[in-house]
């Protein structure tokens, strides 16, 4: 199951404030080298197939594709000039 620091559970909060129940969404990219990317965006609910992670009222919903992708992994977050950047710590 991913975990969540408190940089990222504060930056999904902030992120998804005014619609509750909205979380953080987590799929997969197709790239050009037929590679899989992640791609993370601002979901009102998920999708049927998602896995929900909820830790301290933040959720993320990840693609059912991804989640063996992420598992036993924390998602971090760092607010900067241009926003807001995510990462998967091992």
């Known amino acids: ?34 590679q899989v990317a992640l791609k993370v965006k601002v979901a009102i609910e998920p999708e049927p197939t998602d896995q929900v992670v909820e830790e301290q009222g933040s959720h993320v919903f990840v693609e059912s594709q991804v989640a063996p992708l992420v598992d036993g992994k924390t998602l971090d977050a760092n607010a900067g000039d241009e926003g807001v950047s995510f990462r998967l710590l091992a």
């Open 1 to 34: 199951m991913l975990k969540l620091t408190d940089d990222a559970v504060e930056a999904i909060n902030g992120l998804v404030s005014e619609v509750p129940g909205a979380g953080l969404r987590i799929s997969a990219d197709a790239t050009d080298n037929n």
